[in-house]
Structures are given as structure tokens and as C-alpha cells.
């Protein structure tokens, strides 16, 4: 009677364990091959930002919950397998226990197959997802990786940032597209027709009226399904810039997308054609073939008007009980939004004001961190810095006001928040006018709406340069999940415009195409590290560098590598440059121990080579 219930409870153990191991690959595979299923808008981001969710791919992390459970199964069935060795071996020549034995040794083995099996098919499926959502997975002979196509040229090409990301849901049907370059572009090769007087870096005597329309041939806005032939026309785009010829703005004539159902669009600009300031070709080398990248329409129009989050100095709700202390006058000026900015109307004259005694004080204002960070710098020249550049400053002993202007709306009641063209003041992508941050959730305009705030400066001037205090992921940690990006915590508060693709790299080791691009954000403390509030005085900055995904070479295949690096060009926001590359050191706890003679630190160790793994860390790349 004990043979015969043992020999239904192995055959009841292995029934389940089959069942279990076809369930979980049902379920990894309705989650992988339904496509609809990652594009769907269920909350997701906002609560990520809220309770800092990891970034990964719901489907992903699922794959590798399976994974682990299958892993547990396997050790159960090699635990039934050495049991029913363990019988045999103790049967003491027993017919009834060797028969026992077997039984229990075939029906572990099964079940062990079966789960090994599963596990096999499981981990097919998650290489399949990664290459089929990333553009990365096993390649061919060698196990190369297979990239996204025409996607390298943001971050280690001509592209610094665009808006909006690749890959992004949920954009408002009445959104502009942004591209900002890494260098002046001329004008012509974008804007059909445009007239620059033969003085492509001086837009003052460029002749009016200025063309606007779109040039199809060197950027082609369309429906993916309908392809390149059903590209937006030149006329149905509005091309607008910023004076330093780097960044332009797309507005559609129309609302993209549907009412009824999400859409995705592709922009497309191709290798020939789009030019540099001085005529040369803007994709060139690897990435010769240009640049490409899709995002997704969501069925609703944008009438949320942005606000202000945060400044530094600090911009408070509500006035302080006392004044801060002064600040350096070397200090530069941040203001932070909670959604993208369009570009241009920062740029304006008049829609972002400083001043000092009731004078204006002239300088520029640059766009940063996706489009969500405006910075001043000033035309005083004061000094220089660590790196031999110019240092400009604020007037001393001052009283330095702030005031972000909001723009006029139009006189559409419809309309809602939309700004009347030409901005009159800040606005966001989907043209919806500056909100201040009082209890009206609605945008009224100039002066209610307008944000303003005031701090002071001494006569010093800060020519501390900043250090890196941590960097995940570690120092040659191995077993990086793909999907993680690189992040960089600051000791002091950053250049968030010098926080870019440029002064931040990624570098494939062996090198393959990929696709990069850097935030940031303020904090009020570093251990933990907080992000700051509107009524807090930043302390540091965290900036991070999204990525394509991570390639993992299959076993046998030669290992694959990441090299991150940061280069001189990175600014604090007293604009000193990260000379000398001071940061953690390879052990925990150490520092990298740089000095004049080998001002660079390379995973983690002093040097006199500038070169790091094929990133140069000197002044520019």
C-alpha cells in the first residue's frame, strides 16, 4: 500500500509541475507577443514618479519572475532525482524498495526535463523580447548584437536631445517636435527657402518676411503606417528656432493622430541633405545613413498649462521668514519646469527677465535636461576657470530679481491656456501658457500667472570645482541589467546645459550603435538622495543617462561591455569644469586620489592618460 501511494504522489507531484511549468510559459508568452499590452497608458509613469519605480519593462520583469520560479522547480526536481537515488542506494536489496526507487527516479527526471525544457523556451522568449522591444538580442556568428537602426546619431552623433523620446506613449495630439543639435545648423537645410544673407551665423539682417515652412526633404514627419509618402507637407510645418541655430521647433498645422485611437508617427531624417553652419554633412562616419525615431499619439489634446517646480537659488511659494545667504556672483540661474518647454519661447526677448536694482542684467538663457530646465548665464566676464575659460558674473552686493513672464492667451475661449503666438512668455510644447503656482489651477495669463523671485550676491567669486561623489552602476559591476541607466550624484549643485551628451558618453566595449541621452534633477540631500522641493535650496544634482538596452552576449559568445564616462565640459553651476576628474575610487569608500600630475580617474584609478576606455576625458571629445 506505501508503493502504490508513492507512486500516485510522484505521479500527482509530476502532473502539477508539468502543468505549472506550461502555465508559466502561457503567461510569459501572452505578455511578450501582445503587443498592445506595452503601449496601453494605465498610470504607470505618474506612479513611478511618485514612489520611484524601476524603469523596466513590465513584460521583462515578469519574464525574469518566471525565470526564478522555474529555477525553484528545477532544484525541487533534482531534489526528487538524488532522493530517489538516495532510495536505491539504501534499499538493502529490497525488490519493493528498488522498484520505489525507480519510479521516483524516472518521474524526477521527467519532471526535470519538463522544467528544463520550460526554462529553455522561457529564456528564448525573453531574448526574443529584448531584441524585438530594444533592438537588442543574440545576433549571428560571434553573437553580435542587433541594434535599432539609424538610432546612434542621439547621443554619440550630431543629436543631443529631441522631443519626444523614442518610444514615447501618450503624446497629446497637439504637440510640437523638437530636435536640438550639438552644433549650429544651417538654417536653409531645415526651413524650405530660408534666406540667411550669407551670414548663417547672424540672424539680425536676415531678410524679412522669414520662410517658416518644413524642408521635406531633410526631415519627414509621418503616420508609420502611411510611410514616408504620407510625410507631413512643407506648408502643414511650422519651423521655428533659438538665436544659436541649435535647436528647432516642429508645429504641426493640424492635430496629429485621432480622436478615436492612438497613433504612431515616425521622424525620419535622412543622411544626406541636413548640414552643419559651415556646409558639411551633419551625419557622417557610422552614422552617415541619419536618424530615425517613433513615438506614440494619445486620442486627447493638451490644455494642462505647465508650472514652475523648482530654482536655483531657490524660488520659494511663499516668501522666506529670512533672506538666504548671498551667493558667489559667478552663480548661474536655474528654473525648472514639470513637463517640456518649448524652446522658443525662452528664448524671446522680455518672456524671462533678470535684474538687479530695477536695471536689467544681459545674458542668455539656454535650454537643458529635456527641454524641462532653463538656465541664465551672464555677459559680465569676471575671471576664468580650472579649464582656462571665462567665468561671467552677476552684479556684486546685489539684489538679483527673477521673473518668469507668462504668455498672453488668445482670445479663444476654447483655447483654453494657449498661448497667443508670438509668445508673449513661457509656454510648453502644446503651446499652453506659464501657470503660476497658486490654488488656480487654470492659466490667466500676464501678470497673475507671471513667477517671480529674488536672492542675493556677494562680491566673492567660487572657483571650487565639483567631484563626483557616486556612480551606479559600480565600478566594473558585472551582471548589469540592461534596461538600468547610468547615474552620476554630484557633491554641489551642477550647469544642468552642461550636463549633455556631450559631456556625458556611453561607449559599447566591443563598440556597437547606440543611443544615449541625459537628465538630470536638484537635490536636497546626497545620503539619502531626495529630490527638491519648491521651498528647498538645492544641494547637489543627480544626472542620469538613458540608454538603448544593455546587449548580453549568450554564453560562449565574447563578453560585451559599457564604458561611462564624463568629461571635462561637465559645469557646476558656478561654471567650473570638472578639472581635476575627481570621484570614487575602485574599492568602496576610497576616492579616486587624483592629482596635478594624473588629473584623471579611470574606473576608479589615478592616471596621466586622458583615454579610458575609449572615452577622452579631456576638454571636448
Known amino acids: 500500500m506505501l508503493s502504490v501511494l508513492q507512486y ?133 556568428p560571434g553573437g553580435g548584437p542587433v541594434v535599432s537602426p539609424r538610432s546612434g546619431s542621439l547621443g554619440r552623433g550630431v543629436i543631443d536631445m529631441h522631443y519626444p523620446p523614442r518610444g514615447a506613449t501618450g503624446i497629446p495630439r497637439n504637440t510640437n517636435i523638437i530636435i536640438t543639435f550639438k552644433q549650429p545648423m544651417l538654417i536653409s537645410s531645415i526651413i524650405d527657402g530660408y534666406d540667411d544673407n550669407d551670414t548663417p551665423d547672424n540672424l539680425a539682417d536676415d531678410p524679412e518676411p522669414r520662410a517658416t515652412s518644413l524642408n521635406t526633404n531633410t526631415v519627414r514627419i509621418y503616420r508609420t503606417a502611411d510611410g514616408p509618402d504620407g510625410a507631413l507637407a512643407s506648408d502643414g510645418v511650422a519651423v521655428r528656432l533659438t538665436p544659436d541655430r541649435k535647436t528647432f521647433v516642429f508645429d504641426p498645422a493640424s492635430l496629429l493622430g485621432s480622436p478615436s485611437e492612438n497613433v504612431l508617427y515616425t521622424v525620419d531624417l535622412p543622411g544626406d541633405g541636413l548640414l552643419l553652419e559651415n556646409g558639411s554633412q551633419a551625419f557622417v562616419g557610422n552614422f552617415s545613413d541619419g536618424y530615425a525615431w517613433q513615438f506614440e499619439t494619445s486620442t486627447i489634446v493638451d490644455l494642462v498649462p505647465p508650472i514652475v517646480t523648482d530654482c536655483f537659488p531657490v524660488c520659494p511659494v511663499a516668501p522666506p521668514a529670512e533672506p538666504a545667504l548671498p551667493l558667489a556672483r559667478n552663480v548661474l540661474i536655474q528654473v525648472n519646469f514639470n513637463e517640456a518647454i518649448d524652446p522658443t519661447s525662452v528664448s524671446l526677448p522680455g518672456n524671462v527677465v533678470v535684474n538687479a536694482g530695477g536695471l536689467a542684467v544681459g545674458g542668455s538663457w539656454n535650454i537643458a535636461n529635456q527641454y524641462r530646465t532653463i538656465e541664465f548665464v551672464t555677459e559680465d566676464e569676471c575671471g576664468t576657470n580650472s579649464c582656462g575659460e571665462t567665468i561671467y558674473c552677476l552684479p556684486e552686493s546685489a539684489t538679483i530679481g527673477v521673473t518668469v513672464q507668462a504668455a498672453v492667451l488668445t482670445d479663444e475661449p476654447d483655447d483654453g491656456p494657449t498661448a497667443r503666438a508670438p509668445y508673449s512668455g513661457v509656454a510648453d510644447v502644446a503651446a499652453n501658457s506659464l501657470n503660476d503656482r497658486g490654488a488656480n489651477a487654470l492659466a490667466d495669463g500676464p501678470p497673475a500667472d507671471n513667477v517671480s523671485f529674488s536672492f542675493l550676491t556677494s562680491d566673492e567669486i567660487d572657483l571650487v570645482g565639483p567631484r563626483i561623489e557616486s556612480v551606479s552602476p559600480d565600478i566594473l559591476e558585472g551582471e548589469v541589467a540592461p534596461d538600468v541607466p547610468a547615474r552620476i550624484i554630484w557633491n554641489e549643485v551642477m550647469s544642468r546645459s552642461s550636463l549633455n551628451t556631450s559631456s556625458a558618453v556611453i561607449v559599447p566595449v566591443p563598440d556597437h550603435e547606440l543611443w544615449y541621452s541625459v537628465s538630470s534633477e536638484n537635490l536636497r540631500s546626497i545620503v539619502p538622495p531626495e529630490p527638491v522641493g519648491p521651498d528647498d535650496l538645492p544641494l547637489a544634482t543627480r544626472s542620469e543617462l538613458n540608454h538603448a538596452l544593455f546587449y548580453r552576449a549568450p554564453v560562449g559568445a565574447p563578453s560585451q561591455g559599457y564604458a561611462t564616462g564624463t568629461n ?29 600630475a594624473e588629473p584623471y580617474c579611470c574606473n576608479g584609478e589615478a592616471t596621466d592618460n586622458p583615454i579610458c576606455q575609449g572615452i577622452d576625458l579631456r576638454l571636448g571629445l
Open 8 to 140: 500516485k504522489k510522484g505521479r500527482a507531484a509530476l502532473l502539477l509541475g508539468a502543468c505549472l511549468a506550461v502555465f508559466l510559459f502561457l503567461v510569459v508568452s501572452f505578455f511578450i507577443f501582445t503587443p498592445h499590452a506595452s503601449a496601453l497608458d494605465v498610470g504607470i509613469n505618474q506612479v513611478e514618479g511618485e514612489i520611484e519605480l524601476g524603469g523596466a519593462d513590465i513584460r521583462i520583469v515578469i519574464a525574469r519572475i518566471i525565470r526564478v520560479a522555474l529555477g525553484f522547480l528545477g532544484v525541487a526536481a533534482l531534489l526528487i532525482v538524488l532522493w530517489g537515488g538516495f532510495q536505491w542506494m539504501t534499499a538493502g536489496g529490497d525488490d519493493e524498495k528498488v522498484a520505489s526507487a525507480k519510479r521516483t527516479l524516472i518521474n524526477g527526471s521527467i519532471g526535470l526535463a519538463l522544467i528544463l525544457s520550460a526554462f529553455a523556451i522561457t529564456q528564448f522568449i525573453l531574448n526574443a523580447l529584448v531584441a524585438a522591444t530594444t533592438g537588442f538580442g543574440p545576433g549571428g
Open 568 to 596: 571635462s565640459l561637465a559645469r557646476d553651476a558656478f561654471q567650473n569644469c570638472y578639472v581635476p576628474g575627481s570621484g570614487p575610487g575602485a574599492v568602496p569608500g576610497a576616492t579616486c586620489g587624483v592629482t596635478p
